[in-house]
């Protein structure tokens, strides 16, 4: 589910960051299935975050940008 994935990462960027979130862009590259291992990972910008979502197979399902 795209904007589930896409809300993780944003939720997990504010975390992170200790900031409200006033953008996000994303984009879906591949399915995340149910019961399929998944990493976010993520590295602060100089706006905010970039951040991806990495099943356990190696492709990369999401990526996103954040503002803060």
């Not at 960051?17 to 590259?29: H, K, N, P, Y």
């Not at 995340?32 to 990972?41: A, E, K, P």
């Amino acid at each position: 589910h795209g904007p589930l994935t896409a809300l993780t990462l944003a939720h997990s960027a504010a975390d992170h960051l200790g900031a409200s979130i006033s953008a996000i862009e994303f984009r879906a590259t591949a399915p995340l299935f149910v019961g399929q291992r998944h990493w976010m990972v993520g590295r602060p910008s100089p706006t905010g975050a970039d951040l991806t979502a990495v099943r356990a197979d190696g492709a990369v399902a999401m990526t996103a940008s954040v503002r803060a």
